[in-house]
């Protein structure tokens, strides 16, 4: 494919879905990853997008777009093992905990499926999935409606089951974190199942890679405060990390 065609086939999907991967335009344009980046870098002088670690995003669409499950997995994937590394302290022999629907804390269900003596609840399809071939861990699938293409469930059989839980940590996926506003969501669906898990475990920890620092979503979860920590990439920008630990957060880099 010529790079004309290239060019204009990545303006399209950034046109349709705000956000594309180097992975995902590698397949559909059967290029090479180096090819793709030079296009992307291009389209970026040209003020038409801007490149993130995996991909780029179409100028402007950062607090307007949600991207799927696939898409968002395909970006900072090497970041996000490492936070789910790093959460695997705060989990001991015996523990409940509540898993939050999310591709980081997906990377921490596929590590949580080698443990032993575990109680674990989620609300995301993926990690069930991956927990459930350990005989080990005793798995909780907060069962309501199913979110197309982010294979979450939510809704009223999800929070009836989150109220009924007493666990000792949640792991909270957000899509975006603001130092004034705290952790923001695209999802109302979502929104309540998030709140309901901070309300129902000893502590919460958020797990989220640095791209999430740069952006808005469109509604409030909770304010910082109401979390115990932040589980993030070394690539977070200092000023911020400085800004959250005068707050008093407790932010983790790996």
């Given at each position: 494919?010529?790079?004309?065609?290239?060019?204009?086939?990545i303006r399209q999907e950034?046109?349709?879905?705000?956000?594309?991967?180097?992975?995902?335009?590698?397949?559909?344009?059967?290029?090479s990853r180096s090819t793709?980046?030079?296009?992307?870098?291009?389209?970026?002088?040209?003020?038409?997008?801007?490149?993130?670690?995996?991909?780029?995003?179409?100028?402007?669409?950062?607090?307007?777009?949600?991207?799927?499950?696939?898409?968002?997995?395909?970006?900072?994937?090497?970041?996000?093992?490492?936070?789910?590394?790093?959460?695997?302290?705060?989990?001991?022999?015996?523990?409940?905990?509540?898993?939050?629907?999310g591709t980081t804390t997906?990377?921490?269900?596929?590590?949580?499926?080698?443990?032993?003596?575990?109680?674990?609840?989620?609300?995301?399809?993926?990690?069930?999935?991956?927990?459930?071939?350990?005989?080990?861990?005793?798995?909780?699938?907060?069962?309501?409606?199913?979110?197309?293409?982010?294979?979450?469930?939510?809704?009223?059989?999800?929070?009836?089951?989150?109220?009924?839980?007493?666990?000792?940590?949640?792991?909270?996926?957000?899509?975006?974190?603001?130092?004034?506003?705290?952790?923001?969501?695209?999802?109302?669906?979502?929104?309540?199942?998030?709140?309901?898990?901070?309300?129902?475990?000893?502590?919460?920890?958020?797990?989220?890679?640095?791209?999430?620092?740069?952006?808005?979503?469109?509604?409030?979860?909770?304010?910082?405060?109401?979390?115990?920590?932040?589980?993030?990439?070394?690539?977070?920008?200092?000023?911020?990390?400085?800004?959250?630990?005068?707050?008093?957060?407790?932010?983790?880099?790996?």
């Open positions: 494919m010529i790079r004309e065609q290239r060019i204009e086939l950034l046109k349709g879905r705000g956000i594309v991967s180097v992975a995902e335009l590698t397949k559909t344009l059967s290029s793709i980046r030079r296009d992307l870098f291009e389209l970026e002088e040209q003020k038409e997008l801007k490149c993130i670690r995996g991909g780029a995003v179409a100028q402007g669409k950062q607090a307007a777009y949600e991207p799927s499950f696939e898409m968002r997995q395909d970006l900072f994937v090497e970041e996000k093992r490492r936070i789910a590394e790093r959460a695997l302290e705060f989990i001991c022999e015996n523990s409940t905990v509540l898993l939050d629907s997906y990377e921490l269900a596929k590590l949580l499926a080698g443990r032993k003596h575990m109680y674990i609840a989620t609300n995301d399809l993926k990690s069930a999935m991956s927990l459930s071939v350990n005989p080990d861990i005793s798995v909780i699938v907060l069962g309501g409606s199913i979110r197309t293409s982010h294979y979450s469930m939510n809704g009223f059989f999800t929070e009836e089951m989150i109220q009924q839980i007493h666990a000792d940590t949640t792991f909270l996926s957000v899509d975006a974190v603001d130092l004034d506003a705290g952790l923001m969501g695209f999802s109302m669906e979502e929104i309540a199942s998030k709140r309901l898990m901070i309300r129902s475990s000893q502590r919460t920890i958020v797990l989220c890679d640095h791209s999430k620092f740069d952006s808005v979503a469109f509604v409030n979860i909770c304010p910082l405060r109401e979390i115990d920590g932040i589980i993030t990439g070394k690539e977070i920008d200092p000023a911020v990390l400085s800004k959250l630990e005068e707050q008093g957060i407790m932010v983790l880099t790996v």
